[in-house]
């Protein structure tokens, strides 16, 4: 529906509604029952976003009080003496979410790049729908595969070599367990690579044609037409991407707690087990010990609510930062 | 000249460069895949769907309980999550403009980005705690809060795709408002707000982090709604991490069959959307 149409309609509309409001002034009218009916269903998306934070916040209080800031600081976590820091999760999740994007944007770019830019269209297309066919497998298959497929190859072959030839770095010192931050940043990348790469496509699909002709009249070759109109333009929008990617990795559960190697400690060797925010719930939250106990985790659940919210909002207005520039003609 | 040579030499390594990323990409996910058809395929059998699991040490057996139990969990679900979706999205696009429906969309894409544990631990909350137990019910508001923003999003594309013409004139004909949304706006985009529904389905079919201290899972059948209930991702995650080869074999059986679902849903939704743009 075209804008003319838009505006057609809300006259009719908003003369409608008038016109009802006269007639039918206090009495029955289908109208504005209906109206209701889609407010109060359109209203409880506000009341559940409400219901989840205030209730969260409120089921962390006992926490809140027992432990102040010191939740967030605090490493010790024993469930028997009802302590409880929450900074190995914290940090092994914002470890294994960074590493993970850092290694999956140049790779997801790179293949959004060519599906547009470099593949003739049919191949593009199917490298494309196998990426968005890849997207929808759950996280619970994708674990099962890092468990019983990945970690072996890992233990056997990956990290030993590593040990070997790398192993003067602090990054790769320690036994090769198999499973450890090293795994759950593989399988976070595997993961959210189809989620950047779809988003980033559709952001390069953005790009004016106009745009590309421009450069390649002026003589440039594919790779300097990328850098020069299709890149700049696209810039904000695939950032928006990345982040979304990072919303993803950091609230990915079941992959991650089934080759993180659930165990909360702060190391620099990416072979050493770690143990992450959302993990630590899917694991304790069920068998939680003590009222204390659940509170703690209910507010580690808080803490990555927050980073996520802050997280999505900032890739929301990113990408919507395209979108506009695209409805405005096309200008940068 | 020199440039020129350069130039198209620079290229060269580019293009390659972005090749080798994409196969880098496509490696893992179609490993992923052959291992899934290869390993599943071997331990599917007519028993996966008729039998309960067995204990460890003991060969055999299925999930015909995680099959049932999550069929029924995706029900309720569907009917917190699809009315609430379309009602709402229906109030987005018949009259939007308003600032409210603004902070609605806006609430809606941030409730999409909620981790889907989170939903657990808020259904943990709200249904197992005042109803003293895990329950079938609260795994199905669990998964019923994720279907929310995404059947609101899609329907409300569908709704904005209808022609303004047809409303006038329905509207000219005299019919009220509220008819002219039900009977025709909503009537013209119900193909494509199937697909949205069934793109929804699939997608929370296969997720288990809501689940774990909801439905939380269940050996045996289960009579009731409001007990335990066992689901096909919660027994696969319980059987992968198990030590047991058995259980091993059949989680990818359990993975290959979720997989084969949320595909079979995937294409239905699709062949939906396809209809509708042919006629």
Do not use: C
């Amino acid at each position: 529906m075209n804008r003319f149409d838009t505006n057609r309609m809300e006259a009719i509309v908003s003369h409608e509604e008038q016109l009802r409001d006269t007639v039918s002034a206090g009495g029955f009218s289908g109208d504005r029952i209906f109206r209701m009916i889609t407010l109060g269903f359109a209203l409880s998306i506000i009341l559940i976003l409400l219901l989840i934070t205030i209730g969260m916040a409120v089921e962390s209080i006992p926490a809140l009080k027992q432990f102040g800031w010191r939740f967030i600081t605090g490493a010790n976590w024993d469930a028997v003496q009802g302590r409880f820091g929450a900074l190995p999760y914290i940090w092994g999740s914002i470890v294994s979410s960074l590493l993970a994007i850092v290694a999956a944007t140049p790779l997801a770019v790179g293949t959004a790049l060519f599906i547009t830019e470099i593949a003739p269209k049919k191949l593009g297309g199917a490298i494309a729908s196998l990426v968005e066919l890849l997207a929808a497998i759950p996280s619970v298959i994708y674990g099962l595969w890092g468990i019983l497929v990945m970690i072996p190859w890992l233990q056997q072959t990956v990290e030993p070599f590593l040990v070997d030839h790398f192993g003067f770095l602090p990054f790769f010192r320690g036994a090769p367990y198999g499973v450890g931050m090293l795994a759950a940043v593989m399988i976070i990348m595997i993961m959210i690579i189809p989620i950047i790469t779809s988003i980033t496509k559709e952001v390069l699909l953005t790009v004016p044609v106009s745009q590309k002709e421009a450069a390649v009249a002026l003589g440039a070759t594919t790779w300097e037409t990328i850098r020069m109109a299709v890149l700049p333009y696209g810039r904000s929008g695939i950032l928006g991407a990345v982040v979304l990617g990072l919303g993803r990795a950091i609230g990915e559960t079941m992959a991650v707690t089934m080759v993180i190697g659930n165990t909360p400690q702060i190391s620099l060797s990416l072979l050493d087990p770690a143990y992450t925010m959302p993990s630590v719930i899917a694991n304790e939250f069920a068998e939680a010990s003590s009222n204390l106990h659940s509170s703690a985790l209910m507010e580690i659940g808080l803490i990555l609510l927050v980073m996520t919210l802050l997280i999505n909002i900032t890739a929301r207005f990113l990408i919507w930062g395209v979108a506009r520039q695209g409805a405005a003609g096309g200008r940068i | 000249m020199n440039g020129m040579v350069a130039r198209s030499l620079k290229n060269g390594v580019m293009m390659l460069l972005m090749g080798t990323a994409t196969l880098l990409v496509l490696t893992p996910l179609v490993l992923i895949f052959v291992h899934i058809v290869r390993e599943g395929a071997g331990s599917i059998n007519l028993d996966f769907f008729t039998n309960i699991p067995n204990p460890p040490g003991e060969s055999g057996g299925g999930m015909a309980n995680g099959l049932v139990g999550s069929a029924v969990i995706l029900f309720m679900a569907s009917l917190i999550g699809i009315p609430t979706g379309i009602f709402g999205a229906l109030y987005l696009s018949e009259y939007e403009g308003h600032r409210l429906a603004q902070v609605i969309r806006f609430s809606a894409d941030v409730l999409a980005g909620v981790p889907s544990i989170i939903t657990g631990l808020v259904a943990y909350t709200l249904i197992v705690v005042p109803m003293h137990g895990f329950s079938a019910v609260a795994g199905a508001v669990a998964l019923g809060l994720i279907i929310i923003p995404i059947v609101l999003r899609t329907t409300e594309e569908q709704l904005k795709m209808v022609p303004g013409t047809l409303r006038e004139a329905s509207l000219a004909l005299g019919v009220p408002f509220w008819r002219t949304t039900l009977q025709v706006t909503l009537r013209s985009a119900l193909k494509g707000i199937i697909t949205g529904i069934l793109l929804s389905i699939a997608r929370v079919a296969g997720e288990t982090a809501p689940l774990l201290f909801t439905a939380l899972g269940n050996q045996f059948w289960s009579s009731k709604l409001t007990e335990p209930m066992a689901a096909l991702p919660l027994q696969i995650f319980n059987f992968a991490i198990s030590p047991y080869e058995d259980w091993h074999r059949l989680a990818w059986a359990g993975a290959l069959v979720l997989v084969v679902i949320m595909f079979g849903i995937s294409l239905v939704a699709r062949f939906f959307g396809r209809e509708r743009s042919m006629g």
